[in-house]
């Protein structure tokens, strides 16, 4: 379903040419121009069609199980409804955190960084002047976003290694913008 480092989902607009990968899309809101990147988990089945497969399976397990138990087999009802629950309680988890995501938005003198994990946004403004950007240990690492006295970490939809890109273009778009 969702692999740990998922890919990215954002619009293409290029910053410089030098940078290996593009991932800011241009923002237009009033007479402020900026930029905004979007780090998304890359789900391949939306909550909408995990219930319909759900759905699906509950109806195909149950029927199976009726079958079984009106053959006789009286302990295939139990085991199929407790098969059902757990499945359910998995695919809720998986529900739950098909809408993470990063949000990275510069605009006017505002750097603001929005980070969504199932369901609870947490929001981080920075003053583009006194906001730092860079890698939180090493190559491939999260990227730490810090300033004022207050960080967030950035990065978790992103392959690592796309990660050093990212910071990268973040740096030239606080430089530039």
């Not at 890919?7 to 930029?35: C, K, N, W, Y």
């Not at 988890?93 to 990063?102: K, Q, S, V």
Request: charged letters at 20%.
């Amino acid at each position: 379903m969702t692999h740990p480092t998922t890919a990215l989902r954002t619009s293409s607009f290029r910053f410089a040419s030098q940078l290996p990968v593009s991932v800011g899309s241009s923002v237009d809101e009033g007479a402020e121009a900026g930029v905004q990147w979007l780090l998304k988990r890359n789900c391949s089945v939306t909550p909408a069609q995990l219930g319909c497969m759900y759905a699906s399976l509950c109806v195909l397990s149950l029927g199976i199980a009726t079958f079984f138990w009106l053959q006789g087999a009286t302990l295939v009802m139990p085991f199929a409804w407790a098969e059902l629950l757990a499945v359910g309680a998995a695919f809720l988890i998986y529900a739950r955190h098909a809408r993470d995501g990063e949000k990275i938005v510069l605009q006017g003198g505002q750097l603001v960084v929005e980070l969504e994990t199932a369901g609870h946004t947490r929001r981080a403004e920075f003053n583009r002047e006194w906001v730092r950007v860079e890698p939180e240990s090493g190559d491939g690492s999260l990227i730490e976003v810090s300033g004022q006295g207050q960080s967030v970490r950035v990065g978790r939809h992103l392959r690592s290694e796309l990660r050093p890109a990212l910071a990268k273009e973040i740096r030239f778009a606080l430089r530039t913008w």
